[in-house]
């Protein structure tokens, strides 16, 4: 059982940045990949970012350029640093971990990006 535990959220103006965070209950060296997805209001839940235990990433197309994904093993968290935000970027934003063949999410942090 893997506990996720984001943070981080907030109201940003457009052009501004936010960095998430996703705290794990299990070191995240042991975790086969980390995700970063977002869902908006009547909208499904879209991927944004993943990174494995190997250290690669990749992102949607919609956040490349903008966005980063990264890790601090030694305090078993990941981050999602957020540039460039624009009002479409607003929704809430999920954790994953990949583990053992399953697959563990966070509660979400909301992030609203105003115009």
């Known amino acids: 059982q893997v506990q996720l535990v984001e943070s981080g959220g907030g109201l940003v103006q457009a052009g501004g940045s936010l960095r998430l965070s996703c705290a794990a209950s299990?070191?995240?060296?042991?975790?086969?990949?980390m995700a970063w997805y977002r869902q908006a209001p009547g909208n499904q839940r879209d991927f944004i970012a993943i990174?494995?235990?190997?250290?690669?990433?990749n992102f949607a197309d919609s956040v490349k350029g903008r966005f980063t994904i990264s890790r601090d093993n030694a305090k078993n968290t990941v981050y999602l640093q957020m540039n460039s935000l624009k009002p479409e970027d607003t929704a809430v934003y999920y954790c994953?971990?990949?583990?053992?063949?399953?697959?563990?999410w966070g509660q979400g942090t909301q992030v609203t990006v105003s115009s």
């Open positions: 994953k971990a990949l583990y053992m063949a399953r697959q563990y």
């Open positions: 990174i494995t235990s190997g250290g690669s990433t």
């Open positions: 299990e070191s995240i060296f042991s975790i086969d990949a």
